[in-house]
């Protein structure tokens, strides 16, 4: 594994941004040969404004299809105050969201621009990451102005079986079997909420919070709980799964559509750099 | 004007239809050709299920881009319990609204189907119309998975002059200043409501109710107190605009994208066919 540049080099300064996004329309954040990322884009308009070439780093590498309504990435772009690129660019860091926002489509928005405080990275700084899935069940239909962070289910689903079963879930485990498999990587993760509510239109709801997720891990979740609340499984069958006792078919998968990324949360600024730390150390460990 | 028809005709069943859109992508509700409209979509989906020919009447005919979430038709399709066509068909009334959002793109959705009561006519009978015109002011970013019904203003826009501005629009007015021409319609409407709230994501909503509206005449009235909330304009120039002594420009009409038909009255069952009266006789009046 390559150690994270922790600092901006001599001339660049690291900038933290907060995005949200409609991830229909993109095969994900990751840039990919020959596909429409969300990284791609981002990084190509941060390009055509500091004409430098420039590397993104994201807190929730998002799947295709999946929204993000505060997303965070942090990227080291030239200084224009101070050193060799100083006064070399006609806008200033105030000017960046609206620039950028002019070249992206409308399904990107960069929400705020400033200045990382020291030791800020945002992917190894982050303590915990927050999911929303939202579900319309019993076949009911999805307003279509609100169809794009929607998945449908079509049968009834017991809001109380949903969050008996999610409840299960909580704490430090090995999440291996809601995971999808990738070598060399840990699938242990504390689960600190997985809760759910109807909103005022109806829909099903869940607030996911974890210190990180493995791929695929959130929709495997949802897939899980809604085999207890459609009455296929007993709530203890949750707990077979994690145990491994149970392999979860591929099938209970639940689409990224309605999956979206809301929030991440750091440490004061105090702590960002000891925060590296330990999730590297947690990282190397068991890697 | 064409009498409209008040009832079914023998071995047909009038229906009502309860629809929402996302406009975004259709020429407006009314058929046009060579156009993807609303009203083609929905027309050729009920004819794929009931083998017949069919015409819709909509209780508000919402222009290019613009939005339902409450948007009633009726139709007369024919009838499968009794007379002729019975037995025929392979669905009953209580599936139809599955049957059609089968058919239909995501976009469009069948939300309600039955019977009508007798006199009901979609748009005669109908006592008055709701919609809701929704700005994100201050060049703010719209949230990418809320865009398609906002519209963008650039300027801060004082809430309190929004409301003062619009009240002075309210009751019974001729509203020639902010419709655009079309021969043989009255252009005397009743306004019931119009008021501006902020919502929790910060969007400027208002809620605008008349016995009925002619074309573009919400976006007209949104421009109108815009231009006042804005600064341009004293609070009282929008009666001056109403009273005609200032024409209104072209450049003040808002986008259809903020707008959305948000729900329309009817009076009680024995008052359909004495509300259908009221309405035809104002419009021969003054037609």
Partial sequence: MTEPTLFAESGFLRIRMDLAYDGTNYSGWSKQPDRRTIQSEVENALQKLTR???DTIV??????????????????????????????????????????????DEDIRVLKVGVA?????????ALRRHYEYKIVDSNRSILPLRRFDVAPWYRPLNIDLLNASSALLLGEHDFAAFCKFRAGG??????????????????????????????SMVRNLVGAVVCVADGRFPIQWVKDVLSNRVRISDSLVFPSRGLTFVQVDYPSDDQLLARIETTLRRRNEED
Same sequence: chains 1, 2.
């Fill in 52 to 54: 430098t070439p420039v």
């Fill in 59 to 104: 807190a929730g590498r998002t799947d295709a299809g999946v929204h993000a309504t505060g997303q965070v990435i942090h990227v080291d772009i030239p200084d224009m105050e101070n050193g060799p690129y100083a006064k070399k660019a006609e806008w200033n860091l105030a000017d960046l969201p609206y620039r950028l926002n002019r070249i992206l």
């Fill in 117 to 125: 405080p020291v030791g800020f990275h945002a992917r190894f700084s």
């Fill in 186 to 215: 840990t699938t242990i993760r504390t689960l600190e909420t997985f809760e759910w509510q109807r909103n005022a239109d109806g829909h099903l709801v869940a607030k996911i919070v974890a210190d990180a997720f493995c791929y």
